[in-house]
T-cell receptor, first 114, second 115 residues
Framework: NAGVTQTPKFQVLKTGQSMTLQCAQD?????MYWYRQDPGMGLRLIYY???????DKGEVPNGYNVSRLNKREFSLRLESAAPSQTSVYFC?????????????FGPGTRLTVL | AQSVTQPDIHITVSEGASLELRCNYS??????LFWYVQSPGQGLQLLLK??????LVQGIKGFEAEFKRSQSSFNLRKPSVHWSDAAEYFC?????????????FGIGTKLQVIP
């Protein structure tokens, strides 16, 4: 039981390059989330998927796209990376959309955009 | 709108000393409150959560937190800190929002433990 896995762990991009961050969970959770973590700002929600086949914008969606490929996998794509997207990215999942759910987090991807 | 304030960005305690991390929240209804811990280079892990019932909740690793509605607080405590508790701690408030769990995190408190 791996929980939430993310690839890659580290990535360096040049401005304008694109990449996809991969996330998978093996807990049969319905909801999945992408956050970014920046110093002094806590975690901010980029996109979420309340269930398979649905996605929606969170607090800071500009410059990102997502795909809920199936119930297990939720990817985050940067089409044209910018230095402002330098951050640590976390994927999380939860059983459903209840306010009391526990979110389970992956180990994160540390992205640097030069 | 919901918000969380963690007034202490960095705290240093001696190993074996007691610990209290402060958290204040703003939310119109009964809040669902969480404490998560992030060890260096890792993702967040739930320590404990409160959504109803006994206002003193027990969590993993010997942590507890007390919900005080009158003070809009949910402070995290541990009677005796171990070196392995050095990490960053996040308080959060959650609610159901149109089918997904909207969680607002505080900016975190980084805990340093000295021998």
């Amino acid at each position: 039981n791996a929980g939430v896995t993310q690839t890659p762990k580290f990535q360096v991009l040049k401005t304008g390059q694109s990449m996809t961050l991969q996330c998978a969970q093996d807990m049969n959770h319905n909801s999945m989330y992408w956050y970014r973590q920046d110093p002094g700002m806590g975690l901010r929600l980029i996109y979420y998927s309340a269930s398979e086949g649905t996605t929606d914008k969170g607090e800071v969606p500009n410059g990102y796209n997502v795909s809920r490929l199936n119930k297990r996998e939720f990817s985050l794509r940067l089409e044209s990376a910018a230095p402002s997207q330098t951050s640590v990215y976390f994927c999380a999942s939860s059983e459903g959309g209840s306010g009391t759910d526990t979110q389970y987090f992956g180990p994160g991807t540390r992205l640097t955009v030069l | 709108a919901q918000s969380v304030t963690q007034p202490d960005i960095h705290i240093t305690v001696s190993e074996g000393a007691s610990l209290e991390l402060r958290c204040n929240y703003s939310y119109g209804a009964t809040p669902y409150l969480f404490w998560y811990v992030q060890s260096p280079g890792q993702g967040l892990q739930l320590l404990l959560k409160y959504f109803s019932g006994d206002t003193l909740v027990q969590g993993i690793k010997g942590f507890e937190a007390e919900f005080k509605r009158s003070q809009s607080s949910f402070n995290l405590r541990k009677p005796s800190v171990h070196w392995s508790d050095a990490a960053e701690y996040f308080c959060a408030v959650g609610r159901n929002s149109g089918g997904y769990q909207k969680v607002t995190f505080g900016i975190g408190t980084k805990l340093q433990v000295i021998p």
